[in-house]
């Protein structure tokens, strides 16, 4: 017999929100600006010292920062269109995946930045040229320094923004780390992270050649970073690539959502899990039953599920 076909409405009331944001949008957007002008006024610092006094690694960390400055700016761009964009009816979901979106376009200038750095200090290791250490060492180590200072202001808002409630559905911990990671503050976190390690490497790079006369330290700290960065690039692109593409990143939901639907004898028939935003989820789901049960009673069974903001259901009734 031909299954009787009723679709249900979207979201948990008849005029639901489209707003995916992440709950602490405005203050991560408030924290990066200072950010900025820090990394801005230390780029300009490492690469005009580097050239000065003849440090590849120091160029490099000023370029690596430049990219830090790059993608603080772009993630600070990417809060305010967000937030003014939020209820804009053209984004069928919402503007919670420009973060992710930002993050991913950094990284992937990250590794193209990273490929030049590698590409100079090959050049350096080669040709190596006289260090003025007396100079490019004070200089490293005050970048070092704006490093932490500035991981310290974005990681207080990114701890703080990881910890939100989820729902009571078995897995809340890899729900609170899978769902509610703002990946836009991310990259700004580990842009920030990633160049203070390649300073710690410019660094131990002109001691070590100050010390014992091993001009090759230098560039061979360059191409550590260049290293240390295209990997950062590639994760980045992977994780943010994964959202933009819709796949489902937290099967265990998924799974949880199955097993709410079929352990009372029902059948689920299709079933879609996405990101929408830091801490929402959209499913779309499709239930064969021949107990003439309606949308309602799963959206009622499935309200346990906090982190589902975007709910459809499809019921198909069968004889």
Known sequence: MPADLTLSGA??????????????????????GAVIFLCGAMMALEVVGGLLFGSIALV?????????????????????YARRHAEDARFTFGTGKLGDLAGFTSAIVLAMIAALIGYESLARLFAPVPIRFAEAIPIA???????????????AGHKHGQ???HGQDGHGHHEHSALHRDNNMRSAVVHVLADAAVSVLVIAGLLLARGFGWLWMDPLAGLVGAGVIASWAYGLVRDTGAILLDMNLDRQTAESLRAAIESDGDHLTDLHVWRLGPGHLGAILSVATARGRNAGYYRERLSQFRS????????????
């Open 308 to 319: 589902i903001s975007h709910l459809t259901i499809e019921v198909e009734q069968q004889g």
């Open 60 to 80: 490099a960390d000023g370029l690596h920062m430049s990219t830090h400055a790059g993608a603080l700016l772009l993630a600070a761009l990417a809060y305010r």
């Open 163 to 165: 910890e939100h409630p």
């Open 11 to 32: 979201g948990h009331l008849p005029n639901h929100s489209h707003v995916f944001l992440g709950q602490e949008h405005a203050t991560f957007e408030r924290r990066i």
């Open 141 to 155: 180590c005050l970048g070092l320094a704006v490093n932490i200072g500035s991981a310290w202001l974005l990681g």
